[in-house]
T-cell receptor, first 116, second 110 residues
């Protein structure tokens, strides 16, 4: 398996523009997670899905952020409009089950977003 | 609310030394605890996972321990090598989510 795939790997945009980050989880995994990592706040869980259904989006910073998972092999995280404080590395991870029985999460390489 | 703390924030040691990284958490009601490695500009890779019923896990030169009652875990790295240089993160599986520490940045000097 190719692992978790994220695109784009780097994104530079101007404030106010819409940004869409994409993720393809590992085939067969039923959980998908979106994280954001910054120097100041470390790694934060934004939202996670189980069987394509959003379970907990309490980490989504505000209404400018939205995430979808239309099918088991694809998810998007959208920021509209983007702001400079959204600059961060966004990771997607997937796992088989919730991890309570010992299943680990597998991370993608991340998307480095810079909003000017 | 679960909080995870890692000490030290950074560590630099000569090659060949044995070292210990520390992780503490505030709520002992956890499913498991994991140690991850992050290389610069890369994603995270799981190193070891300890279930709440276990005391330790070993993989090669790495040994992780878990003391749930005191809310502590350690990651022991034996005979450190320059290739071990990375940031090591501890994560606690609590309420079906991973709660993360800020990480320890480790530098192994040749």
């Amino acid at each position: 398996d190719a692992g978790v795939i994220q695109s784009p790997r780097h994104e530079v945009t101007e404030m106010g523009q819409e940004v869409t980050l994409r993720c393809k989880p590992i085939s067969g995994h039923d959980y998908l997670f979106w994280y954001r990592q910054t120097m100041m706040r470390g790694l934060e869980l934004l939202i996670y899905f189980n069987n394509n259904v959003p379970i907990d989006d309490s980490g989504m910073p505000e209404d400018r952020f939205s995430a979808k998972m239309p099918n088991a092999s694809f998810s998007t995280l959208k920021i509209q409009p983007s702001e400079p404080r959204d600059s961060a590395v966004y990771f997607c991870a997937s796992s088989f089950s919730s991890g309570t029985r010992g299943e680990t999460q597998y991370f993608g390489p991340g998307t480095r977003l810079l909003v000017l | 609310k679960q909080e995870v703390t890692q000490i030290p924030a950074a560590l630099s040691v000569p090659e060949g030394e044995n070292l210990v990284l520390n992780c503490s958490f505030t709520d002992s009601a956890i499913y498991n605890l994991q140690w991850f490695r992050q290389d610069p500009g890369k994603g995270l890779t799981s190193l070891l996972l300890i279930q709440s019923s276990q005391r330790e896990q070993t993989s090669g030169r790495l040994n992780a321990s878990l003391d749930k009652s005191s809310g502590r875990s350690t990651l022991y790295i034996a005979a450190s090598q320059p290739g071990d240089s990375a940031t090591y993160l501890c994560a606690v599986n609590s309420n079906y989510q991973l709660i993360w520490g800020a990480g320890t940045k480790l530098i192994i000097k040749p």
